[in-house]
């Protein structure tokens, strides 16, 4: 979603993160992320998915190990390739966007333009909180021209080679604006807030921000995918009861205070699938796009829907945002200490005059980046526990292990299946797609011990096509 772009770019220039918990999958691997409480997962259809590993599924007594391999092995060498190599690329991405940051920081602190910004908001006004907006409007135009061309080939150019994107230019163009005037609103707000608090509180600011960043993730978190979202995509109530009947009766045995399903016409924008149940306060909704429809049997939806589920019964929004509130915190403790130091050093060359100076905005904007940066293995995998605790969930709600590993095989499509353990680490904010088929056989062999009945719904997918 081009929103979850600027959202994630106000929260980098605002020192927030944003990070996505995401249904199976994400959609920029291990970047920033608190996006939404819930959002989508990737799927293409890879042809045989489960073929080979259909003679283990008929035995009584199922190795998970050798199970999950025969899982893996079905997938074809050369997509095998082309999603590894669409989602190692995406390891460069996360420096080339750190660098892009830190880059404009330079450019605006060096060259004095953040101050000339300044000069010209304080010859518009003598108040503090216009010049502040002022001020704001002018750099998030100024970062969004400058990161353009990486933000293009990210999201666009590179998306359509792998196969990722149904937009023409202008369609997505249009929704990149559409998303820039989102941002212009609520990060001039959020700077409005956050330089009162700097102007109020010189020496203790970095508390009281840590709240008012708080504060403005959980609006983003819990408000975005309510109000914000419906901007850019069509929702409907679905009109298949066979698919959201099933849906409806695991929402009730697990309270979740819903009446109807929704559909989302995302397949005008992009191949990938995504779901969710988001909100709060009687806006809660469970919504699937329609290229989760097409492309994913019944037992496939029941698994993600029950995975999304699961983030909403665990409430992992809280919780993210409890963990995002001590990130925050510790990462403005820092940035006070850094900044004041660079001011010290640089503050007449850049004319940067204090904390309470919008001009100094690119080096809180530089260091914070960087702290993100740093930070990367640490936040992937605070996101990737509660990944892992959904995906158990799931399984235990939906009971489809097999439904279960044709989704992880399915988002091998644009994330490697296979990685490290070091890579996982790093660069996974979700388990990986050997990871979540082990968990799903090791499910299926322990209820098979039980005394279940080995066959399962999915083990056919071509049967059970809606």
Known sequence: MPVKKFLVLIAILAGLVISSISVLSDEIPAQTSIQSATSGATVDKISG???????????????????????????????????????????????????????????????????????????????????????????????????????????????????????????????????????????????????????????????????????????????????????????????????????LAMARANEIPVKQVFEVDASRQTTRVSANVSGFLGTTRIALNDNLLKQCTLPEIREVMAHEMGHYVLNHGAKLLTYLGIFILIGFALTRILFDSAVRRWGDRWGVRGIADPAGLPLLAWIFCTLLFLATPLLNTVVRVTEREADAFGINTAREPDGMAEVALKLGAYRKLNPTPLEEFIFYDHPSGRARIRMAMDWKAANLSAGESPKSESQNPKQNEQ
């Not at 892009?100 to 910004?117: C, D």
């Not at 080939?153 to 369609?171: C, D, I, K």
């Open 49 to 247: 998915t489960g073929n080979d590993s259909v003679a283990l599924q008929q035995s009584t007594s199922l190795d998970p190990a050798a199970a999950t391999q025969a899982w893996l092995d079905s997938v074809p060498q050369d997509k095998r390739e082309k999603s590894n190599a669409y989602f190692e690329g995406g390891y460069w991405l996360i420096l080339w966007n750190y660098l892009v940051v830190a880059g404009i920081s330079i450019l605006l602190l060096s060259s004095r333009i953040s101050a000339r910004l300044r000069d010209f908001s304080e010859r518009l006004t003598r108040y503090k909180t216009p010049q502040v907006a002022c001020y704001s409007v002018m750099y998030l135009l100024l970062v969004f021209v400058l990161s353009f061309p990486l933000n293009v080939y990210e999201h666009f150019f590179r998306e359509h080679q792998y196969g990722l994107v149904t937009q023409s230019f202008p369609a997505w163009f249009r929704e990149q604006l559409i998303g820039l005037v989102i941002t212009l609103i609520a990060g001039t707000i959020f700077f409005i807030v956050l330089y009162a608090v700097f102007r109020r509180a010189p020496k203790t600011w970095w508390i009281w921000g840590t709240g008012v960043a708080v504060v403005f993730s959980f609006v983003l978190v819990f408000i975005a995918p309510v109000f914000i979202e419906p901007l850019f995509n069509t929702y409907k109530p679905l009109a298949k009861p066979e698919i959201s009947e099933p849906i």
